[in-house]
């Protein structure tokens, strides 16, 4: 089984474990999967990824979360919070304000610990359990050290984090030091903590659990099924469009090997792929750079910046599996501003789903495609939501509304509320410019019925005072 979308299933080599083997994706070497660590190829250092021999059906499916799907997985279940079964929100307003035929918003934020990294962890500390492996680590950007740190206390076993300093939002580094994590901060960028705690790993001193690791990848598969399932339940057919942001690629890769294993099965035609479409964030883009020059390989940006920070990456590991997937199901990748990334992140909001920066920037770029036209109005699309909106919550109040200073007193409260304005209007000039709007519309009574009421409330409060 190749990259391509139509590699046919493949029979199980001597090196597997009941039906399940690493192989490379560069050379085709076969590695049995749990004997020895493996990161990548031991020949040629390409990247690895979990084979099976029966690839699944939708028919295996059954219960609920990422373990409904382990016709899929290496294991039966694992070290599980559980994780999965996220919602798939309906956003009408964005809907008909971006301009497509149906949007879904899959919110990966209301996983455990609030994101997709959950379905990934509780794959991979399994696998560390299965290996016997001691100290868990990983490079993070914020989410998978919470995740890491969550599933490793829940395991039982020691984990550590690499951090960039300084870079990290608030509720992702809470998570980690409560779920005791030993969290140490690089002064560096997310790629060079990679850099760090892959040389560990390559040591002997850590198990690796970043999303080089092709397990946390199998977890993440099942964020596709989910998608595929539910549209289908509800429309009958699958999306034409999957949009996500893009850090790593980790995802973009996971989404692609999910399809191509139902393809593979013969549960899903090649015809009804959705579109894999990646966003990132300007400051942070070597993987709209490479789709945009139509490159097989990524150059790696030394500087980036985004207020998205848990896409604030220039290496994008994945690449090698995510660019296939991107490429063989006609999609595309794009660029957003971080002004883009926080309208989007308020639009969201105002549709009453809360999501962290990163994620926001799935919805940003369906916006651009669409102003472009390389999205076409007639388009069922899925946007994916990667992280909560309390994951980052400096970005949220900056996003939002600023908070009322009121004196402690019902009386000044209720002026205040009613004056309509956070600014110095004062409580009369607001009743003018009611009463006056209103002399001009049918609602003068209602008004002053209203300022009546108002005014003998007011009159009975100062004889009680
Ligand atoms: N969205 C959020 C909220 C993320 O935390 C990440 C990655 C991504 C998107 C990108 O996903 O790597 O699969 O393309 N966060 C990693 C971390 C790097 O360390 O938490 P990808």
């Known amino acids: ?253 996971a989404l692609y090997k999910a399809f191509r294993e139902l393809v593979a099965s013969g549960a899903l035609e090649e015809s009804e792929v959705p579109t894999l479409t990646g966003v990132q964030a300007e400051g942070a883009a070597p993987m709209v750079e490479a789709v945009q020059n139509g490159r097989d390989e990524v150059r790696r940006w030394d500087d980036v910046e985004t207020r998205a920070t848990a896409i604030r990456i220039g290496n994008p590991v994945n690449a090698p599996k995510a660019l296939p997937g991107i490429y063989n199901t006609g999609g595309t990748a794009v660029a957003v501003s971080d002004d883009q990334i926080t309208a989007a992140q308020r639009q969201l909001a105002e549709e009453g789903i809360g999501v962290e920066p990163a994620s926001a920037a799935s919805v940003a770029g369906l916006r651009k495609l669409r102003e472009s036209g390389e999205i076409s109005a007639d388009e069922s699309v899925v946007c994916l939501t990667t992280g909560h909106l309390l994951k980052d919550p400096d970005a949220a109040f900056e996003a939002g509304g600023d908070p009322e200073p009121v004196p402690n007193d019902t009386d000044a409260v209720l002026e205040h509320i009613n004056d309509g304005s956070t600014g110095s209007r004062s409580a009369l000039e607001t009743t003018v410019s009611r009463v006056s709007n209103a002399v001009k519309s049918s609602l003068l009574p209602a008004v002053a019925g209203g300022l009546a009421a108002y005014l003998g409330y007011r009159k009975l409060r100062r004889k009680n005072d």
Request: hydrophobic fraction near 40%; charge should be negative; proline fraction near 6%.
């Open 1 to 253: 089984m190749s990259l391509e979308l139509s590699a046919p299933a493949q029979s199980e080599p001597a090196c597997a474990d009941d039906g399940v083997w690493l192989e490379c994706i560069e050379c085709g070497e076969q590695f049995a999967p749990f004997d020895e660590i493996h990161y990548t190829c031991a020949d040629c250092d390409g990247l690895l990824e979990v084979r099976y021999a029966d690839p699944p059906t939708f028919e295996e499916f059954e219960g609920r979360g990422v373990w409904r799907y382990n016709a899929a997985l290496p294991f039966e279940e694992g070290v599980t919070l559980p994780e999965g079964d996220t919602p798939l929100h309906e956003a009408p307003r964005l809907r008909e304000d971006i301009g497509v035929d149906s949007l879904r918003v899959k919110h990966e934020g209301m996983n455990p610990t609030g994101a997709f990294k959950d379905r990934g962890m509780t794959v991979g500390v399994a696998v560390a359990k299965e290996l016997g492996v001691g100290r868990l680590a990983c490079a993070s950007t914020g989410n998978t050290s919470a995740a890491l740190a969550a599933y490793g206390a829940r395991g039982g076993m020691e984990t550590l984090v690499l951090l960039p300093k300084g870079k990290v939002a608030a509720g992702k580094i809470a998570q980690a030091s409560l779920h005791g994590a030993r969290i140490l901060e690089v002064d560096g960028n997310f790629d060079s903590c990679l850099d760090i705690v892959q040389e560990l790993a390559a040591l002997g001193e850590v198990y690796l659990l970043n999303s080089l690791n092709p397990f946390r990848l199998e977890g993440q598969k099942t964020i596709g099924f989910e998608i595929l399932e539910k549209h289908y339940e509800d429309y009958g057919e699958y999306p034409d469009r999957i949009v996500l942001p893009v850090g790593n690629a980790g995802n973009t890769a």
